[in-house]
């Protein structure tokens, strides 16, 4: 459903998106994790063909998005990270405008509409205009107006951004539903705990370049059977790599002057070890956390910074 081959996205000097390649199949979610500004939105821009890529190819559903952009735009359907709603029309006017966008008309139209106002839970609020609604309902609206049309594929954008847990949840359900009925879901986030929730395939990107890729399973596999230790305090960041450098057991993944992660193999059974060596190098130990690895210790060890940096 989506092609992507050797993507890259340059403006000047800078490069945004670096040889990125992927397929995103039907009836599944395929998910771009990766911090703030690491290329995220921009291969979802050159997706939709909002921006033309420097190089590389595109296509959606067969179509190349540069040289048969209509074709390939036509069973598409996006959800940006700002909102794409008029505020001072109502839920029922921002819908039908996008569906009348898309092609629709007459009863198929309204048809359309009521059942999406159901089901991102606006039917009360139909006529009321959008500006008044709070941030978790205008997301789903957003999300409304990207799926008014039933496309086949679908880009998601960070779609969550800023909404209440309950209003999650509730876009949570609208992805599935979409992925139900066979739709390609493509979703952009820095979250990693929505990633592992919802995304069936994933490639984690930074700087531009993808840098993991495959199922959660797969990219689990890739820590090893090791656990990651979390540590605040006081460190020596020097010196915590230099005592550290030959232990094939324990990796550090990243120290500062407040705060160390290490990978460590049966990380429980090693903890007393670990404070003892820690103390002999003055370091100061406030709190200890202890965890199974995840997306977010992967991508640390892959590029030693926080998720959400």
Same mark, same amino acid.
């Given at each position: 459903?989506?092609?992507?081959?050797?993507?890259?996205?340059?403006?000047?000097?800078?490069?945004?998106?670096?040889?990125?390649?992927?397929?995103?199949?039907?009836?599944?979610?395929?998910?771009?994790?990766?911090?703030?500004?690491?290329?995220?939105?921009?291969?979802?821009?050159?997706?939709?063909?909002?921006?033309?890529?420097?190089?590389?190819?595109?296509?959606?559903?067969?179509?190349?998005?540069?040289?048969?952009?209509?074709?390939?735009?036509?069973?598409?359907?996006?959800?940006?990270?700002?909102?794409?709603?008029?505020?001072? *029309?109502?839920?029922?006017?921002?819908?039908?405008?996008?569906?009348?966008?898309?092609? *629709?008309?007459?009863?198929k139209l309204k048809s359309r509409v009521?059942?999406?106002?159901?089901?991102?839970?606006?039917?009360?609020?139909?006529?009321e205009p959008s500006k008044n609604f709070?941030?978790?309902?205008?997301?789903? *609206?957003?999300?409304?107006?990207?799926?008014?049309?039933?496309?086949?594929?679908?880009?998601?954008?960070?779609?969550?951004?800023?909404?209440?847990?309950?209003?999650?949840?509730?876009?949570?359900?609208?992805?599935?539903?979409?992925?139900?009925?066979?739709?390609?879901?493509?979703?952009?986030?820095?979250?990693?705990?929505?990633?592992?929730k919802l995304c069936d395939q994933l490639?984690?990107?930074?700087?531009?370049?993808?840098?993991?890729?495959?199922?959660?399973?797969?990219?689990?596999?890739?820590?090893?059977?090791?656990?990651?230790?979390?540590?605040?305090?006081?460190?020596?960041?020097?010196?915590?790599?230099?005592?550290?450098?030959?232990?094939?057991?324990?990796?550090?993944?990243?120290?500062?002057?407040?705060?160390?992660?290490?990978?460590?193999?049966?990380?429980?059974?090693?903890?007393?070890?670990?404070?003892?060596?820690?103390?002999?190098?003055?370091?100061?130990?406030?709190?200890?956390?202890?965890?199974?690895?995840?997306?977010?210790?992967?991508?640390?060890?892959?590029?030693?910074?926080?998720?959400?940096?």
């Amino acid at each position: 459903m989506i092609e992507v081959e050797q993507l890259r996205k340059q403006y000047g000097e800078f490069v945004a998106v670096d040889e990125v390649s992927f397929t995103a199949n039907a009836g599944e979610i395929f998910g771009l994790l990766g911090p703030n500004g690491a290329g995220k939105s921009t291969t979802i821009s050159c997706i939709s063909g909002i921006l033309e890529p420097t190089s590389g190819n595109i296509r959606v559903l067969g179509h190349d998005v540069v040289s048969d952009g209509v074709a390939s735009r036509r069973q598409l359907g996006i959800v940006p990270q700002e909102l794409a709603i008029y505020e001072d *029309l109502s839920a029922t006017e921002n819908l039908s405008y996008w569906g009348g966008a898309y092609g *629709l008309r007459g009863e198929k139209l309204k048809s359309r509409v009521q059942e999406v106002l159901r089901d991102i839970g606006l039917l009360d609020r139909a006529k009321e205009p959008s500006k008044n609604f709070s941030g978790g309902m205008k997301r789903r *609206l957003n999300f409304g107006c990207g799926v008014v049309h039933e496309p086949k594929v679908l880009l998601l954008d960070e779609p969550t951004v800023g909404v209440d847990p309950q209003s999650r949840e509730k876009l949570f359900d609208l992805v599935q539903a979409q992925v139900g009925v066979g739709t390609c879901v493509l979703y952009t986030t820095h979250y990693m705990e929505e990633a592992e929730k919802l995304c069936d395939q994933l490639a984690i990107v930074d700087h531009g370049k993808v840098i993991a890729h495959g199922t959660l399973d797969e990219l689990r596999n890739m820590f090893g059977e090791r656990d990651l230790i979390r540590l605040t305090g006081q460190f020596d960041p020097s010196q915590i790599h230099d005592i550290f450098q030959h232990r094939v057991d324990i990796e550090v993944l990243m120290v500062d002057e407040l705060n160390l992660q290490l990978s460590v193999g049966d990380g429980s059974l090693k903890l007393p070890d670990l404070f003892a060596t820690l103390n002999e190098a003055g370091a100061h130990i406030g709190e200890t956390t202890l965890s199974r690895p995840n997306l977010e210790s992967l991508f640390i060890k892959l590029t030693g910074k926080e998720l959400r940096e």
